[in-house]
């Protein structure tokens, strides 16, 4: 089975050619120039831009267009569980008319047109907007704040099944604590196939992480918003973008920062210490998630593959249980592997219905 992936980020497009969801036949990263980009007022007036970028490189790299699915990662949707859904009219119009904006939010509709031109099926799966929170996890202290789940859920998921597989088990028979390493952090508790408690990693709670602020006392946030020396947007940035080791550091380059911590340089040990500190100390609450019945805590993401940092999180979390690494991840070889589960009936497609969610979430 030809399956074709689209990943769309920021200033990127990641394309790639698997079949049967395992073999990788060919894999492109088409880039998108800043002064290009800019030209664009919203991210939606993309989509005929990146449409005619993916066609020209595989027409550029011979590949005969013709796939038994298209799928790409997921939007910010509503929030919906986890699984595979088919792009469909529901699913359109909630990527269009996102209440963020993300360029993540174009691959379903590169998918769904791609797909049309040689009459497969076009899907995402495990967008970032996944949640199966339990009630105690959804409800703050303000009616007006609910948690909001926001993580790495593509890559966490994936991650979680290979896992179990190795060990012969399945992923809905256990409970891992998923640890996602980079630009945000994420710490989720995957209870039986379910994320029954995460952190809002775009822009929440949580650790604080290379480029995100994370958790912080509240009073004193309030105090900033209102003190008249920064803009609602400024603030903003703050939180998601120049929060973390950019604002403490001014940089977000993790091995060079764990590298002169490891030499004992301050301030950047101090930072980078109390950052994987935040991340323990997040794993220690979804051990309560999980009632202390947890099978291993993978740490997974960019990070994951700096000793520096491994080291100290397991210090931390060791005791609770066995500490498994999968450094980096693989997004499009989880987007495939999902295409190539429904194509094979080993997972039926999710029905998208944010409001059935949104009542059952009440």
Same mark, same amino acid.
């Given at each position: 089975?030809?399956?074709?992936? %689209?990943?769309?980020? $920021?200033?990127?497009?990641?394309? /790639?050619?698997?079949?049967?969801?395992?073999?990788?036949?060919?894999?492109?990263?088409?880039?998108?120039?800043?002064?290009?980009?800019?030209?664009?007022?919203?991210?939606?007036? #993309?989509?005929?831009?990146?449409?005619?970028?993916?066609?020209?490189?595989?027409?550029? /790299?011979?590949?005969?267009?013709?796939?038994?699915?298209?799928?790409?990662?997921? =939007?910010?949707?509503?929030?919906?569980?986890?699984?595979?859904?088919?792009?469909?009219? /529901?699913?359109?119009?909630?990527? %269009?008319?996102?209440?963020?904006?993300?360029?993540?939010?174009? =691959?379903?509709?590169?998918?769904?047109?791609?797909?049309?031109?040689?009459?497969?099926?076009?899907?995402? /799966?495990?967008?970032?907007?996944?949640?199966?929170?339990?009630?105690?996890?959804?409800?703050?202290?303000?009616?007006?704040?609910?948690?909001?789940? %926001?993580?790495?859920?593509?890559?966490?998921?994936?991650?979680?099944?290979?896992?179990?597989?190795?060990?012969?088990?399945?992923?809905?028979?256990?409970?891992?604590?998923?640890?996602?390493?980079? !630009? =945000?952090?994420?710490?989720?508790?995957?209870?039986? !196939?379910?994320?029954?408690?995460?952190?809002?990693?775009?822009? @929440?709670? =949580?650790?604080?992480?290379?480029? +995100?602020? @994370?958790?912080?006392?509240?009073?004193?946030?309030?105090?900033?918003?209102?003190?008249?020396?920064? $803009?609602?947007?400024?603030?903003?940035?703050?939180?998601?973008?120049?929060? !973390?080791?950019?604002?403490?550091?001014?940089?977000?380059?993790?091995?060079?920062?764990?590298?002169?911590?490891?030499?004992?340089? #301050?301030?950047?040990?101090?930072?980078?210490?109390?950052?994987?500190?935040?991340?323990?100390?997040?794993?220690?609450?979804?051990?309560?998630?999980?009632? !202390?019945?947890?099978?291993?805590?993978?740490?997974?993401?960019?990070?994951?593959?700096?000793?520096?940092?491994?080291?100290?999180? +397991?210090?931390?979390?060791?005791?609770?249980?066995?500490?498994?690494?999968?450094?980096?991840?693989?997004?499009?070889?989880?987007?495939?592997?999902?295409?190539?589960?429904?194509?094979?009936?080993?997972?039926?497609?999710?029905?998208?219905?944010?409001?059935?969610?949104? +009542? #059952?979430?009440?």
């Amino acid at each position: 089975m030809r399956i074709f992936v %689209i990943n769309p980020g $920021s200033t990127s497009t990641k394309l /790639a050619l698997y079949t049967d969801g395992e073999t990788l036949l060919w894999k492109h990263t088409v880039s998108h120039p800043a002064d290009e980009i800019s030209a664009f007022a919203h991210i939606n007036d #993309q989509f005929e831009y990146r449409m005619r970028a993916m066609y020209d490189v595989i027409a550029e /790299a011979g590949i005969d267009p013709e796939f038994d699915a298209v799928v790409a990662r997921g =939007g910010l949707l509503q929030p919906t569980p986890g699984g595979v859904y088919l792009v469909d009219e /529901a699913v359109r119009n909630d990527l %269009i008319n996102s209440r963020m904006e993300h360029a993540c939010n174009l =691959g379903g509709l590169m998918a769904e047109e791609l797909a049309a031109s040689c009459g497969c099926p076009a899907m995402i /799966a495990d967008p970032e907007v996944v949640d199966e929170l339990m009630p105690e996890a959804r409800i703050t202290g303000l009616p007006e704040l609910p948690h909001i789940s %926001i993580f790495h859920a593509l890559n966490s998921k994936a991650v979680s099944r290979r896992y179990a597989e190795s060990v012969g088990r399945r992923y809905e028979d256990m409970n891992l604590i998923i640890v996602h390493l980079g !630009g =945000g952090i994420s710490v989720g508790a995957h209870c039986h !196939g379910k994320v029954i408690d995460v952190n809002n990693a775009l822009a @929440g709670d =949580g650790p604080f992480s290379p480029e +995100r602020a @994370g958790t912080l006392p509240s009073d004193q946030l309030v105090e900033l918003c209102f003190s008249g020396d920064y $803009s609602r947007r400024e603030v903003k940035k703050m939180l998601n973008g120049r929060g !973390g080791l950019a604002a403490w550091l001014g940089t977000t380059d993790v091995a060079d920062v764990a590298a002169r911590a490891e030499r004992g340089e #301050q301030p950047y040990k101090k930072v980078l210490d109390a950052m994987l500190y935040s991340v323990a100390r997040e794993v220690g609450a979804r051990a309560v998630a999980l009632r !202390g019945k947890t099978d291993a805590i993978i740490l997974t993401g960019g990070i994951a593959h700096n000793d520096y940092c491994v080291n100290t999180i +397991r210090g931390w979390v060791d005791w609770i249980a066995p500490v498994e690494v999968r450094a980096g991840e693989d997004e499009l070889g989880s987007l495939a592997d999902n295409a190539y589960r429904y194509l094979t009936g080993s997972v039926k497609a999710m029905t998208y219905d944010p409001a059935a969610t949104a +009542r #059952q979430n009440r």
